[in-house]
């Protein structure tokens, strides 16, 4: 199981952007989509983008599309989430996860799917 790992979260005041970022280690990029969820206190942890394993297609939820960017860096084993405009509301923890998909033209929105974690990192929007 490769091991995820995520960096990038802080505190930022609303308007405001982050990077986060997410390393892969022990295993290659190759047939695994990569995800963006997010869990904030007191509720459930919800989707909020995924990428194919060769970048070729992507999701984002409803509430961050057109904010937030997601991309990878294959031969880097590191995937990119850029969040611009942040809002109060986008404050959680984010976690980075992995899914294996060899059909690059599909992209799954759902956690189960999802087989490797990473510790999350945290992401605070202030008013």
């Known amino acids: 199981q490769p091991p995820l790992v995520e960096s990038g979260g802080g505190l930022v005041q609303a308007g405001g952007s982050l990077r986060l970022s997410c390393v892969v280690s022990?295993?290659?990029?190759?047939?695994?989509?990569m995800g963006w969820f997010r869990q904030a206190p007191g509720k459930e942890r919800e989707f909020v983008a995924t990428?194919?394993?060769?970048?070729?297609?992507?999701d984002y939820s409803d509430s961050v599309k057109g904010r937030f960017t997601i991309s990878r860096h294959n031969a880097k084993n590191t995937v990119y989430l850029l969040m611009n405009n942040l809002e109060p509301e986008d404050t959680a923890v984010y976690y980075c996860?992995?899914?294996?998909?060899?059909?690059?033209?599909?992209?799954?929105?759902?956690?189960?799917?999802?087989?490797?974690w990473g510790q999350g990192t945290q992401v605070t929007v202030s008013s």
């Open positions: 990428i194919s394993w060769s970048g070729g297609t992507t």
């Open positions: 996860a992995a899914d294996f998909n060899p059909h690059d033209n599909v992209v799954r929105t759902t956690s189960r799917w999802y087989e490797y």
């Open positions: 022990g295993r290659t990029f190759s047939n695994y989509a």
